[in-house]
């Protein structure tokens, strides 16, 4: 309590005490098995509540099918789906943590391919994205098939015991579009002023309090990036018997808003909720967007900005967050990086997982304390060694790492030096304070040849020696001898073949040491590969404002010493270069394994030295090496 005591403190919401401010917000995880919440999904809450989440939003409810998006999706009206929700609301209470269920329907943003029902909007038109066909109106019939909707799935949540529900009427979906004066093009009395536009949220909202009665909680979202939002807010303040509103940024066209990736200031969300709290102040406000360690939830409640702290992905991380928080211990927090491995496995419809904490939707399946201790020795202290002695040593075996370099991280600690990427130290120095805890032996420094490996008597050997970049153009500079130090004069040509973050940050990196910059997308565009993280769009935009000329649409023909020959659609085209340098695929750094195999060592490989990848590839694969010992 003492370092966080006002997001430590409990509230009183409608005689519901929250034990402290921080919610863990609704978040599509699709955990469900069949449509309800089985066993897994019950792990994943239980594990927040245990670790002292003060409220949890469990994972929205389409009110009617129409709504949906996922094939995951909660279906409330499926027969066990109350048992199991029950089931998941005991298992949160029994913590002490307040729960209440999320309700939406996406409208406009709904997936008909999930739903296999037409799209619904405040005023018909195109489909978002510029789809065939156009979406359906709703008529007076459909309004009162939604408020029904929310009443009845409101119901079934309220009979299985949760605290309450929570109305998403935000990111341009269906209801925040009749709210939306830029959105709402009717004529009837949904449409017009404001009364008439907030006239469906009202009457949701009162139907929901008629039917609950008294006792629940009822909550709204809205999202900052409607205009009026904050009158929005007064006006159901105002009108209807709300307990909070949660105040949310971005929307589909501008998702990277909505969940923020590390390109985001920390705290990003906060001044969004102050205008909400500034003009409302009798109005408990929930602030919401990469708030991701406690000082930062206690300043925004210090400087009186909010009334709750929602920290999602925070807790996604590092479900013992607050806990960690109320113990003093927290430097022990595993924070939230902001890579958006859960983002992009929502959008692809699969359930979330996370970069930080592979744990994350599988603590079913935590990996058990060995039953006989082996000396295993690491080589290689990047972020997959990293990962491989930690579980290691969490699972009570004897652990040695090497690492050749001085420090530790590689790959990623260079990632960590790009714009704005700075937040990837998270993942090295989370994991080295762990290994200090753990007692594993580091030794930094070492060139581990089989000889010195023997010499440590293993029982089992990792071997995460990284990877190098392939050379595929002799007079070329790799993207990663740049970032250590080699020179580059310009113009330079950075030749991309993966659209990710080591094309597109060497690229900034060298346009702000004021070099004339050409990034080209070799088959992939720039940022390309970022897509699903939403991470494409604050990359591009920062590329742009530094100068960095995009090139897409092409292939690499030839890179010749003044100049690199591309090809777009039959027709050839030359960039002058005064250095070209190759952000190009890697190969495994994985010759030891050969070696210690063959001296008879067990031994395997972990991360880029198996497969070069991703960050999250590296971590799952250094976490699942050691889990399988
Ligand atoms: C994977 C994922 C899915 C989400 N799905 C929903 C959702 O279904 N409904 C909703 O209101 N917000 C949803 N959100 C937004 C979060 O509630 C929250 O506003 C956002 O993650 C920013 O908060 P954070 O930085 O603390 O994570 C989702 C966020 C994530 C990361």
């Known amino acids: 309590m003492a370092g966080f005591p006002r997001l430590l403190s409990p509230i009183s919401l409608r005689g519901h005490e929250l034990r402290n401010r921080v919610v863990f917000t609704a978040h599509t995880a699709s955990f469900s098995q069949d449509g309800i919440p089985g066993a897994r999904a019950r792990a994943y809450y239980e594990a927040r509540a245990a670790g002292g989440a003060g409220l949890i939003v469990v994972e929205p409810l389409p009110v009617l099918q129409s709504g949906g998006v996922t094939p995951q999706n909660y279906r409330f009206e499926d027969e066990g789906f109350g048992p199991a929700l029950r089931a998941t609301v005991e298992a949160v209470h029994a913590h002490g943590t307040a729960l209440v ?41 459909d309004i009162d098939e939604l408020v029904d909707g929310h009443v009845r799935a409101a119901r079934t949540a309220r009979s299985a015991g949760v605290d309450g529900v929570e109305c998403m009427f935000a990111y341009d979906t269906l209801v925040d579009g009749f709210m939306s004066e830029a959105r709402n093009r009717r004529s009837d009395g949904y449409g017009g002023t404001l009364e008439n ?5 009202r009457e949701i909202l009162d139907a929901l309090r008629a039917a609950l009665g008294d006792e629940p909680l009822l909550g709204v979202t809205v999202t900052a990036s409607m205009p009026g939002y904050v009158d929005a807010v007064a006006h159901l303040a105002e009108h209807c018997d709300v307990d909070y509103f949660g105040i949310g940024n971005g929307d589909y066209d501008n998702l990277d808003l909505l969940m923020p990736t590390l390109d985001y200031e920390p705290g990003f969300g906060i001044p969004f909720a102050r205008s909400v709290k500034q003009a409302v102040p009798a109005a408990v406000v929930l602030a919401e967007g990469r708030i991701t360690r ?23 991380a590092d479900p013992d967050l607050v806990r960690k928080a109320e113990a003093g211990e927290e430097a022990e927090i595993r924070e939230c990086v902001g890579l958006n491995l859960c983002v992009a496995r929502r959008l692809r419809k699969f359930p979330i997982a996370c ?47 090497l690492e050749r370099a001085p420090s530790l991280g590689g790959q990623v600690a260079l990632t960590a030096g790009l714009p704005r990427q700075g937040a990837h130290r998270y993942l090295i120095d989370w994991r080295a304070r ?25 029982d089992f050997v990792v071997v995460a020696t990284g990877s190098e970049p392939g050379q595929r153009y002799p ?19 950075v030749l991309d073949e993966e659209g990710h973050r080591k094309g597109a940050g060497v690229a900034e990196t060298l346009a702000n040491a004021g070099r004339e910059v050409t990034l080209v997308g070799d088959g992939v565009a720039p940022a390309g590969s970022l897509v699903h993280t939403l991470a494409d769009a604050p990359t591009r935009r920062r590329l742009q404002a530094a100068g960095v000329r995009l090139v897409r649409g092409v292939r690499v023909v030839s890179v010749e010493s003044d100049r690199v020959v ?16 190759h952000a190009g695929r890697h190969r495994p750094a994985d010759s030891l394994l050969t070696v210690l195999r063959d001296r008879g060592l067990a031994a395997t490989t972990a991360g880029d030295a198996r497969a070069p990848g991703l960050v999250e590839d590296a971590i799952r694969s250094g976490h699942d090496v050691a889990a399988a010992l």
């Open 294 to 316: 406690p000082e930062i939830g206690e300043r925004a409640l210090a400087e009186g900005s909010c009334d709750l702290v929602g920290m999602t992905r925070a807790q996604i």
């Open 434 to 458: 762990r290994l200090e805890r753990l007692g594993v032996h580091v030794e930094l420094g070492v060139d581990a040849d089989a000889d010195a490996v023997l010499r440590l008597e293993p």
């Open 475 to 493: 007079g070329a500079i790799s993207a990663v001898d740049v970032l250590r130090g080699a020179e580059a004069s310009g113009p330079v040509v």
């Open 101 to 141: 269920s999320q309700l939406y329907h996406l409208g406009p943003n709904a997936d008909p391919v999930a739903t296999m029902r037409d799209l619904w909007s405040v005023s018909g038109g195109p489909p978002p994205g510029g789809g065939p066909g156009l979406m359906h109106e709703l008529d007076d019939e």
């Open 566 to 581: 591309v090809e777009r659609e039959g027709t050839h085209e030359a960039i002058r270069a005064a250095s070209v340098v």
């Open 355 to 401: 970069v930080q904490n592979p744990d994350a939707g599988f603590e079913l399946r935590a990996v058990p304390r060995a039953a006989t201790a082996r000396h295993v020795v690491v080589v290689g202290g990047g972020i997959a060694g990293l990962e491989a002695a930690r579980v290691a040593a969490e699972a009570g075996h004897r652990v040695t790492l």
């Open 197 to 201: 536009r907030l006239r469906l949220a």
